[in-house]
């Protein structure tokens, strides 16, 4: 009799304890499930509104940024050169035509020329001269290694895919983009579209023909680093040169 009473009081504190593990347990489920459904919500709200985002950031920063060492707020104060620095021309000869005109050669940082091609949303993109970062944190940068902007040879311009080259895979074959110096207004047509490793220098390089290069990182419509570039590539189609004022 003893021995089924302390058997039965075992099982009993053996319940007890089964019943409290079971208590604390759905006191922990209760409290963190709403937490994790909310982190969960969270994700994938930030993930959605990721590329929105990308895409408005670079008319953000032209409002909003106020960073006094930034090539924007300071554009006729280029850090990278002396304020009284003199304007640099020159009396070129258009190779097409053979007739003299006037080219504004570019110090490092300056606003150099203005990027459209409205098919693929890119308007009004400014282009400066180099492509370091700080550089291209206000737009898009013209790789002094090619070749100055209304010379016969590869302009190459480089941008973030998460700033002002954020629609520069839109562009489609056939599409037309200019790009306006305050000496030359160059009118293009996208040729051909090429995906290359970033180790790969083929369309950087100098030709023979009058192109454009736009090229910047390529992940496939994916967020982060990528090892890869995307290029595209356009004809020259047109050449319009101006006035420039002495």
């Known amino acids: 009799m003893k021995k089924r009473s302390l058997d039965a009081e075992r099982s009993a504190e053996k319940r007890g304890r089964g019943t409290s593990s079971n208590r604390v347990l759905r006191t922990i489920t209760f409290v963190l499930t709403p937490f994790l459904m909310s982190a969960l919500l969270f994700g994938v709200v930030a993930l959605a509104a990721a590329k929105p985002f990308a895409a408005a950031k670079p008319y953000v920063n032209i409002v909003f940024n106020n960073d006094d060492n930034s090539i924007k707020n300071a554009r006729t104060i280029n850090k990278y050169r002396d304020d009284n ?65 209304g010379h016969v040879g590869n302009v190459v311009l480089a941008g973030h895919n998460h700033t002002y080259f954020y629609n520069l895979p839109k562009c489609k074959k056939g599409d037309e983009v200019t790009l306006e110096t305050s000496y030359v207004k160059q009118t293009y047509m996208v040729t051909d579209i090429e995906i290359f490793h970033e180790d790969d220098q083929t369309y950087v390089r100098p030709t023979d023909d009058d192109r454009l290069t736009m090229y910047t990182c390529w992940n496939n419509g994916m967020l982060g680093m990528s090892e890869y570039r995307i290029a595209v590539i356009c004809e020259l189609t047109d050449r319009e040169w101006k006035e420039v004022e002495e």
Request: with cysteine; charged share 20%; glycine share 12%.
């Open 85 to 149: 620095a003199p304007v640099q021309k020159k009396e070129v000869e258009d190779g097409a035509t053979g007739e003299m005109h006037t080219m504004v050669y570019p110090y490092y940082g300056d606003k150099y020329a203005t990027l459209n091609c409205e098919a693929a949303g890119m308007n009004d993109i400014p282009v400066y001269s180099g492509t370091t970062n700080d550089i291209l944190a206000e737009g898009a940068g013209w790789y002094n290694g090619s070749v100055y902007i």
